[in-house]
Structure formats: structure tokens, C-alpha cells
């Protein structure tokens, strides 16, 4: 039978119609053409009188091309190229995508493994780039947040880069300054509400006047504060948090100028904050003028004032610094006594805010993107694989004279469809992640920004999600556009892409899934490793049993400092008394809380040190069972007793470390220091006991010298907290032993009941919140890579099925057909390894800082590691090697 | 061989007819147009499928890939319910035109 595609095509070619459509056109044609043919022969003609019959329905030259315009006139409006020509993107791109949408659906098991894994990818992805936009991107709730700074003192030759001014100092760093629109003083203050409702404590700040108005923040309800309520005297009004006003006064909107009891006094509520106000944390409830009295204004010795300033417009950061300075060297000279080596440092309010968590950040979204990576590997394998399946498709196509751009184009389309579903899904596990983050995110991300997802967060999804696309679907593309169009035809649809380059693609893509799977695991490994050390970190005291709270009594109410004492005798005595419980004491700072209370010390007998470079000691005031309470054990001399009281000589408990740092290889019991003024003799106390170090700050830091002193000898405490020693699960006591202090006196707020546990756990959260984020990242990573080495072990396992039987036939053992297949998955991992530790020595560093008690390039972790994914790979080759012993020799060889 | 104008306006009319109980390809159309009229009309490749394409794209018949074991896949086209509508609108008015000119030309009725 003649041939009549050529002849028709001939015809049609003026047409330039779609490819699929002239296709279908040729083929009905032919198919008629054959049968006039036919029916010429059965009716007796010759063979060239019936070929020439059959050409005869083709006459009428203009008609076909004319007639068929008419039909096809839209097509032909928006030609498409067939073989060569001009080409229409949107067209293509429609066809290609409903296309690419059947596809799917015709491969249901592919796609919802692709689709599995881009959202695993994507998803982590977008989970921590929320976290990342919503702390680090997204610009703080004030007006022009670039310019807001935070001004401190630099106390460096003390150890204190960024340390909190003293009242006298930001006086004339406000007066003096040239760069700043304006200054404002800001110190941590909490209040006991009482009046409505049980009594509370609240967070709150005290402020200078102008803060609102350098944040740039109207208030919803009322007013902010006036500088005349800036005054000593006149600063008994309050604005308020909107949570509080909510929760507390039911959102009454007329409660400016109303009453409320702070502290036992009565203050005046000049207006509401907004809700999406906050400053400096979510936290604070409360804001009441800072009002600096004049003796406030000449002190230069207390340091625990926060500062904001707004820089001018177009100052620099670096320019502003330049001027503090000279502001800084000025006070130098003019006030050696206090501010010797004393500079100022300026760092943006955002780099304040954030600053710390920033690496760890960091490191988590590099993270997800090689995890992404990952996945981008595996879902290349697959299409990989596909394409190596659909060669007759691409035969036909190219056939039919699609041209490579052409393929390329419809092959991308089909990738990044997968990836765009990949995305969509990938949301909702970046939303169910985010739920899941926001019970172990570390209050001190929590408290500073509204981890959220927004319209930014989406777009980043879409781009990820767009990219990943181009970057698993460019290799199989480039593949499927490269391969021999006549092989594949005449090789009767058998694989093709089984030729070395298919080969070496997909092996390069195991390598680098495990060279980056063995970075994250390393990355994980360390921080594993490193929270392991944390976690068996002596804190100096016995965690368990241990209840605690915060009671902070009202200076008015409780001025006198008898009045202080005889309330925390009480409290600890009926408290101990109380069943369940062991023993009870109070103490003004507990351990782990980051709190400061520093003081400077002098050691008899050594010469007295200049002002401002005492020695200076943790210190903290404590009742006489706090030792006991605490389990820490005393390790030479005598704890507190109840005969340590005012009218007693002052006596010092203090630390190892101290003990060694100021009497090296000396007994400490009975020798002095100077606290406060040296010149009175009344103020040189005597060491009674030395006990073993307490992590006062966080358990990564070397402790410090530390002293405790009575606490019925110094009036000077701010606030107390309450530990209880239990016999049962302390959370159960909680409510007995407030009820406890409320027996004592009703309007006395609690707050902050926590057990000791968890405070120990607070304090490592952030550590603990890298180390399972890592871990879960790397743990994602290692079972890509898995699935990714099994796949490719199974696909080159069953291309080698046909060589394989053979050698068993010949008489080949079990064992030697697995190493066989084992070995060669093994190349792939070890070499994949060799990469991979090496970028992990190159890229570990950048997490050194997060790390504790390992270095960045530790050997056990790296060996471990390189040895557990070794392990995996060996069985992920294992599985499809232990498959291929099991074939048949007679089935595999007639499987050709 | 009639005359083409008059083939062409009657062409629509026949193919709707020969599709309306079963579907047909195109070769059988092409056939059964000539056995039935005795071969006095006859459609080529190059005058039939242009009418059937545009037949389709009205949406009065629609094609179909049909396979059929042992055979090539063949199109079939089918009479779609609109179809049917303009089939009975321009039979009617093929009878009234019919009988119209028999009025006229004194050409009775088989």
C-alpha cells in the first residue's frame, strides 16, 4: 500500500496547522485514501491506476487549503509551529499544560510521591521563612523602624560591651548628642494591680515622656504621657496595654482618666495602646512616666537604665556612633571617677530586638533549603525515570516535528505543575508546622514578633515553588531532548536512556542527595551533641521537686524594710508548714532567670581598685533554708542562720569560684570584702561558708563569682522570689501556696509559678528549638536521600535483570550477584560522602556560635555520621541487590 | 455531476441524514452518498471532510477515535442533539423547496 502521508501533509502545508491537529487530519485521510485504493484493486484495476484514482480525491487543489481555512480559521489565526516556524508561548503553554495535567492523573502513584516530597520541602521551607520574615523581615510596628537605636554603655574592659546606662550619663549623652531627633530612658518596672479581680502582677516599663512619640505610635483611647507628668510627683498616670484593657477593664472605652490601684497607689489612666502595639515585648502591659528625681539626674553609678533613640534624618548608624563617641570621651575626662573606660555603643533597635537569634535562624532556612534540595534530587530521579518510559512518546513527537526547545518547553511545564501542587500542599504543612513551631518557640522569639504567615510568605512560596520546578525538571528535560530519535524507534520501544549519560545523571544526583543529606545530619549531629553537653551541665543546684514563684511586694505599702522581712519570715513559715512540702526559702534573683544584680566588691588587703572596676560579684540575698531548699551543698564554714539579722556582724556566703579567684590557695572562711562604701567599717562582711558554683545566667557560661547575703541583713532587694522544696509533684502546690500568700495579705499578687524544671528548660529552649529543628530537617533529609538511593538502586537493578539472569545461569552465587549490586551503590554513597564532609568541614563553621562543649568540625560527630549514613545506604541498596538474586535466569532471559 | 452550487447546499442536509442512526466515518459517507445516489453526487477527500470538519465546529455532528479490534482506529462521527435540531428544520425546508419547484415545473413525485 502507498504511503499517503507525505501527500496529504503536501497539501495541508499551507495551512500551518497545530501539529496534533495535522496529525490527526493526515491520518484520517490516508486511512480513506487507502480505501478507494482498495476498492480500485478489488475492482480490477493495477496498482498505479488505483494510486492514481486515490490521488484523484485529493483534486480540487484550492478547494482543500480554502474550504479547510474556513473551518480552521481560529487555529490559524494563532498558528503553531509544527515542524519549524514561528511558535506562540501562551498557545503552547495552555496545550502543554493540560497536557501536563493528564499526565498526572494518568500516573496517580508518581505524582503523589513527587507531590510528597516537594511539600515535605517546600513546606519546611515556607514554615521557616515565616518564622525568619515574621522576626527578621518584617519591619517593627513603629514609624520609620530604620531609625530607632539603642544607645548603651561600653563597658568592654569589664566584659560588658552593651551595658544599661546610668541615669546621669544618658542626661548629657541626651544633652550633648548631635545625631538623634530625640532620646528617650526606658527601665523594667512591675506593678501589682489590685481593686478588680484577683491581684496581679504586670510587667511594665517606666518611660521617658517623648517615647511614644520617637516610636512614632498614637495611643487608640486618650493620650500618651505630657512632660509635665515626666516629673517626680506628677507621674501617677498609666497607659495601657490593649490585652490588659481588654482582659482587665472589659475594653471600656471611657476608662481614660479613671483610677487603678498600682502598687498599692492610686494612678491615673491617660490612655489605651493600640493592639498591635508592643515595646519592647509583648509582655509588657503597662507604661507610667520614668520621672527622674534630681538625685536620680547626678547618679553615674547605677547602671540600669535602657535607651532609645531616634537617629536624624540621614544620619547613619555609623555616624551616630562616631558622635557618641565623642560625647562618651568627654564625660570621660570630665568625670574620671565614674566613667573611666566607660564608651557608648549604638545598635539598631532591630539588631537589639533580634540580634540573638539571628545565626540560629539563619542557619534553620539554609537548612530547609538543602533539605529542598533533596527533594528537588529525588523528584529528578523520578521524572528521570518517566522520561526514560515515555521515549516512544518523545519519539513520536519529535516525529511528527517537534523541535527540542519545543519539548523542553512542555517538559519544564510538566515539572513545574508538579511543583506548583507540590507548593500548594507544601502550605498546608507549612501551616500545620507553624502550629506545631509555636509550642516549642522560644519565648523570647515568641514575645518580640507574631510569627504569622502573610502575603510576603506566599509569594516566597510561589518563587520556591516556580524555581524547584526549573531545577528538577531542567535535567530530565535536557535528557529527554537529547536523546536519538531513530534508536528509539527502531529499538521498538525498549529503554534507551539506560545509556551512560541516563547513568551518570542519576548517579550524580544520589551523590549529591547524600553529600547534602551528610551536611544537615552533621549540622544536626553537632547540635544534638551540643544539647546532649547542655543538658549534663551541673547547674550548681537539684532541679526536681522544686516550686517556685514571685512575689513582689509594693514599695509603698511595704517601705519599711521590717515590715519586708517580717511578711517573708511569715510566708516561709507557714509555707513550710504546709503538707507536701519540705522546706521553703526566698532569694531576690533564682538561678537560670538571666538576671544581673552585680555588685562591686573589695578584698581586704589588696589595694582598693578606681571606681568602676570593683571586683564585681553575682550577688544574691537569700533566706536561711535556701541552701538546703536548692540542694546546694555547702562545701566549707556554715550557711545562714535565723540569729544573721541586722543587729549581727554582716556575714557573706560565697563560691567556689570566688573563694579561688580572691583567696587562691587560701581559706576563705573568715576573711573580708567591702560591700559599698569601704570606708565604713560596718560595710566590710566576713566569709562564713563557701558553697559550690550555681549557673546564675544560663548554663553556657562559666560561672562567676558569686556571694549570697542574708536576707534580715540588707534591706535592698527588689524582688523575691519564693521557692518550695516538695515531697509531691510541686505543680499540684501551686495553688495551696499562693492561697498560702494571700492568707498573709489579700491584695499580694503571685506571679510567674513555675517549677524549677521548668525555668531549667526556659533556659535552653532556644537551644533545644535549633536542636530539634535540625534534627527533625535532618532527619527529613536522610530518608529523601534513602528513598532517592533505593530508587535509583531498584530502577539500574531491573535494567540490569536480562544481565543478571545470566550470570546466574552460568553459575554466578547469590553473594556475588549482591556485591555486585551493592558495590555499586556503595560508589555512588561513599562518593557522595567524600563531598559532602567536605562541605561539611567548610560550612559547620558558620554555626559555631550555636554550638557548646564541641567544636565545629568535631571528628566523633563527623565519623558517626559519615558511619550511619553509610549504613542506611547500604541497606537501601541492599533491599532492590537482594530482589535481583531472587530472579529467575529462564524469566530474565526471556524478558528481552 | 451537479452543479456544485446546488451540491454544496444539499451536502449538509445529506451528511446530517446518513449520520442520524448510526455514527459513520468518513469513507463510508463518502460511499454511501454515491451508492445511494446511484452516483450522480459525488464527494472527494478534498470536498468531504472540509463539509464534515465544519459540520463538526457548528456542533452538529461531533467525531470520534473509535478502535475496533483487529482494525485501525477509524473517526466516527455521530449526530449531536443539536444536530438533530437543524436536521428536521432543514429537512422541512428542503420538502417545502422541493415542493415549491415541483409546483412550478410540473415534476411530480416519484
Not at chain 1, 537569634?357 to 539563619?362: S, T, V, Y
Not at chain 1, 507536701?580 to 538571666?594: D, W
Request: proline fraction near 5%; aromatic fraction near 8%.
Amino acid at each position: 500500500m502507498p504511503d499517503w502521508n507525505d501527500e496529504v501533509r503536501k497539501r495541508l502545508a499551507s495551512l500551518r496547522l497545530q501539529p496534533t491537529q495535522e496529525a490527526e487530519i493526515v491520518e484520517e485521510f490516508a486511512q480513506h485514501l487507502d480505501d478507494v485504493y482498495e476498492r480500485s484493486l478489488a475492482k480490477g484495476a493495477s496498482e498505479s491506476e488505483a494510486r492514481l484514482m486515490a490521488l484523484n480525491e485529493l483534486a480540487d487543489t484550492n478547494l482543500l487549503p480554502n474550504e479547510l481555512k474556513r473551518v480552521h480559521k481560529p487555529f490559524h489565526e494563532a498558528p503553531v509551529p509544527g515542524g519549524a516556524g514561528r511558535s506562540n508561548l501562551l498557545t503552547d503553554f495552555f496545550q502543554d499544560l493540560r497536557y501536563a495535567g493528564r499526565m498526572q492523573l494518568k500516573n496517580p502513584a508518581f505524582t503523589i510521591v513527587a507531590v510528597i516530597a516537594l511539600a515535605l520541602g517546600i513546606g519546611a521551607n515556607t514554615a521557616i521563612f515565616s518564622v525568619v520574615n515574621s522576626v527578621l523581615l518584617r519591619p517593627l510596628p513603629y514609624k520609620d523602624p530604620d531609625r530607632l537605636v539603642m544607645v548603651w554603655e561600653d563597658a568592654s574592659k569589664f566584659g560588658y560591651p552593651r551595658d544599661t546606662p546610668a541615669t546621669a550619663n544618658f542626661v548629657d549623652w541626651r544633652d550633648q548628642n548631635t545625631v538623634f531627633e530625640g532620646m528617650a530612658a526606658i527601665s523594667d518596672e512591675s506593678f501589682n494591680l489590685t481593686g478588680t479581680g484577683d491581684p496581679e502582677r504586670l510587667e511594665g516599663r517606666l518611660v521617658s515622656a517623648n517615647l511614644f512619640p520617637l516610636l512614632g505610635v498614637e495611643p487608640q483611647i486618650g493620650r500618651t504621657f505630657t512632660a509635665a507628668e515626666d516629673q517626680p510627683g506628677s507621674n501617677k498616670v498609666v497607659l495601657l496595654s490593649h490585652a490588659l484593657w481588654q482582659r482587665r477593664f472589659g475594653g471600656d472605652n471611657s476608662i481614660a482618666g479613671k483610677p487603678i490601684n498600682l502598687n498599692g497607689e492610686s494612678y491615673s489612666v491617660v490612655g489605651v495602646m493600640p493592639a498591635r502595639f508592643q515595646f519592647p515585648t509583648s509582655d509588657d502591659q503597662v507604661w507610667v512616666p520614668i520621672a527622674f528625681t534630681s538625685k536620680d539626674i547626678a547618679n553615674r553609678n547605677r547602671h540600669y537604665l535602657q535607651v532609645l533613640a531616634r537617629l536624624k534624618p540621614g544620619v547613619t548608624l555609623e555616624q551616630a556612633q562616631t558622635d557618641m563617641h565623642t560625647v562618651a570621651a568627654r564625660l570621660q575626662q570630665q568625670y574620671p571617677d565614674s566613667n573611666t573606660d566607660l564608651g557608648a555603643a549604638v545598635t539598631s533597635l532591630h539588631e537589639h530586638l533580634v540580634g540573638d537569634i539571628k545565626p540560629a535562624l539563619l542557619i534553620l532556612l539554609g537548612a530547609v533549603g538543602l533539605v529542598l534540595l533533596i527533594a528537588c534530587a529525588n523528584v529528578a530521579n523520578l521524572l528521570l525515570a518517566r522520561a526514560a518510559v515515555r521515549q516512544k512518546e518523545i519519539a513520536v513527537r519529535v516525529a511528527l516535528g517537534a523541535r527540542r526547545q519545543r519539548l523542553i518547553r512542555q517538559f519544564l511545564t510538566e515539572s513545574i505543575l508538579l511543583s506548583t501542587i507540590g507548593g500548594v500542599v507544601g502550605l498546608v504543612v507549612a501551616y500545620g508546622g507553624l502550629l506545631l513551631l509555636r509550642a516549642f518557640i522560644p519565648e523570647s522569639i515568641s514575645q518580640t514578633a507574631q510569627i504569622s504567615m502573610d502575603l510576603k510568605v506566599l509569594g516566597f512560596t510561589l518563587l520556591v515553588s516556580l524555581v524547584t520546578g526549573l531545577i528538577f525538571g531542567l535535567a530530565p528535560a535536557v535528557q529527554a531532548a537529547r536523546f536519538n530519535q531513530t534508536e528509539t524507534l527502531k529499538e521498538g520501544g525498549r529503554d534507551s536512556a539506560t545509556g551512560s549519560s541516563g547513568k551518570r545523571i542519576r548517579g550524580l544526583l544520589v551523590m549529591s542527595e547524600v553529600a547534602v543529606s551528610l551536611v544537615l545530619l552533621i549540622g544536626a549531629g553537632l547540635l544534638i551533641n551540643s544539647f546532649l553537653r547542655l543538658r549534663n551541665v551541673d547547674p550548681g543546684f537539684r532541679s526536681d521537686n522544686l516550686l517556685t514563684m514571685r512575689v513582689v511586694l509594693p514599695i509603698p505599702k511595704y517601705a519599711e524594710f521590717e515590715r519586708r522581712s517580717a511578711f517573708y519570715t511569715e510566708l516561709v513559715q507557714r509555707v513550710q508548714n504546709l503538707a507536701g512540702v519540705k522546706s521553703a526559702a526566698v532569694t531576690t534573683n533564682l538561678p537560670l532567670y538571666r538576671q544581673g544584680n552585680s555588685i562591686g566588691v573589695s578584698i581586704e588587703g589588696q589595694p582598693p581598685l578606681p571606681p568602676g572596676q570593683e571586683n564585681v560579684v553575682v550577688t544574691r540575698i537569700i533566706s536561711p533554708g535556701y541552701f538546703d531548699t536548692m540542694s546546694i551543698p555547702l562545701l566549707s564554714g556554715r550557711q545562714f542562720t535565723d540569729q544573721d539579722i541586722r543587729t549581727s556582724p554582716r556575714v557573706v556566703v560565697i563560691s567556689e569560684t570566688m573563694a579561688r579567684r580572691y583567696w587562691p590557695g587560701q581559706d576563705a572562711i573568715g576573711k573580708r570584702i567591702g560591700a559599698g562604701d569601704i570606708e565604713r567599717p560596718e560595710d566590710w562582711i566576713q566569709v562564713v561558708g563557701v558553697v559550690k558554683d550555681v549557673h546564675q545566667f544560663d548554663l553556657t557560661a562559666e560561672p562567676r563569682p558569686q556571694m549570697y547575703l542574708p536576707y534580715r541583713q540588707w534591706g535592698f532587694f527588689e524582688s523575691r522570689d519564693l521557692v518550695v522544696k516538695t515531697e509531691v509533684d510541686p505543680a499540684s502546690l501551686a495553688a495551696t501556696v499562693r492561697r498560702t500568700v494571700w492568707e498573709i495579705d489579700k491584695d499580694q499578687p503571685v506571679s510567674n509559678i513555675r517549677t524549677m524544671d521548668e525555668i531549667l528548660g526556659e533556659s535552653i529552649a532556644r537551644q533545644r528549638f535549633s536542636m530539634l529543628l535540625l534534627a527533625i530537617f535532618a532527619g527529613v533529609a536522610l530518608i529523601l536521600a534513602a528513598v532517592g538511593i533505593y530508587g535509583v538502586m531498584s530502577y539500574s537493578v531491573a535494567q540490569r535483570t536480562h544481565e543478571i539472569g545470566i550470570r546466574m545461569a552460568l553459575g554466578a552465587q547469590t553473594g556475588a550477584v549482591l556485591k555486585l549490586a551493592v558495590s555499586y551503590g556503595l560508589k555512588l554513597v561513599v562518593g557522595g560522602i567524600v563531598i559532602g564532609l567536605i562541605a561539611a568541614f567548610a560550612l559547620t563553621r558558620v554555626m559555631s556560635t550555636l554550638l557548646f562543649g564541641v567544636t565545629a568540625t568535631d571528628p566523633t560527630t563527623f565519623t558517626l555520621i559519615s558511619l550511619l549514613l553509610i549504613a542506611v545506604a547500604a541497606i537501601a541498596s541492599y533491599i532492590p541487590a537482594r530482589r535481583a538474586t531472587k530472579v529467575n535466569p529462564i524469566i530474565a532471559l526471556r524478558y528481552e | 455531476m451537479l452543479d456544485r452550487e446546488l451540491k454544496k447546499g444539499s451536502a449538509e442536509l445529506l451528511i446530517l441524514s446518513l449520520v442520524e442512526d448510526q455514527p459513520r466515518h468518513g469513507y463510508d459517507i463518502g460511499t454511501l452518498i454515491e451508492r445511494r445516489s446511484g452516483g450522480t453526487l459525488r464527494f472527494n477527500v478534498a470536498s468531504l471532510y472540509p463539509l464534515l470538519y465544519r459540520l463538526e465546529k457548528r456542533g452538529w455532528i461531533q467525531g470520534r477515535w473509535v478502535e475496533k479490534a483487529g482494525q485501525r482506529r477509524r473517526r466516527y462521527y455521530r449526530l449531536t442533539a443539536e444536530g438533530k435540531k437543524v436536521l428536521a428544520a432543514q429537512r422541512n425546508s428542503w420538502r417545502e423547496f422541493v415542493e415549491a419547484i415541483s409546483r412550478i415545473t410540473g415534476i411530480e413525485h416519484a
